[in-house]
């Protein structure tokens, strides 16, 4: 297996997606933070000093997704057609957040919906860091994807 950002000289390079077929893409990635359970009831009762944590994450994550190419150096700038950010809790330690971009381009967005849901965790860190320096982001992966010349994914449960 050839790594595409990788040139025959062992460079690092951006790949030419120039002659590749515009076709219709779909990515959904997820992150978790774990937290103490005082401080989910604290988000889900919207008490939070901060504001609105699962709206300002929602947003964070959205806003990431557009700014992907500008943070991750290989990446294209690519039309995107939607972000959905969607964050539910898990039990009573754990908010879930799933980001699902779509695109209709040459290239994928897979890069998008990980970072979307990567700065999405982080800023539910920022905002109630105050109360749970304790919190953990993890479990941030690709889930699915969809569109492109490699075809579709879809992770395997654990």
């Not at 988000?43 to 990431?64: F, M, P, T, Y």
């Not at 381009?105 to 105050?130: H, N, Q, R």
């Amino acid at each position: 297996m050839k790594l595409t950002h990788i040139n025959e000289q062992g460079d690092a390079h951006m790949v030419d997606v120039g002659e590749k077929a515009i076709t219709r893409r779909t990515a959904q990635a997820q992150a978790v933070v774990t937290m103490q359970p005082e401080t989910l009831h604290m988000i889900l009762s919207d008490q939070a000093k901060k504001g609105d944590v699962l709206g300002c994450a929602r947003i964070a994550g959205i806003l990431a997704a557009k700014r992907t190419a500008e943070l991750i150096p290989m990446c294209h700038a690519i039309p995107i057609d939607n972000v959905a950010v969607d964050i539910a809790p898990q039990g009573d330690t754990q908010l879930r957040i799933v980001v699902t971009a779509r695109c209709t381009w040459k290239t994928g967005i897979e890069m998008e919906a990980l970072t979307a849901a990567s700065v999405a965790a982080l800023t539910v860190y920022d905002m109630c860091k105050a109360v749970d320096r304790s919190m953990c982001i993890d479990a941030v992966c690709l889930l699915q994807k969809s569109g492109g010349k490699s075809g579709d994914f879809c992770r395997e449960p654990r």
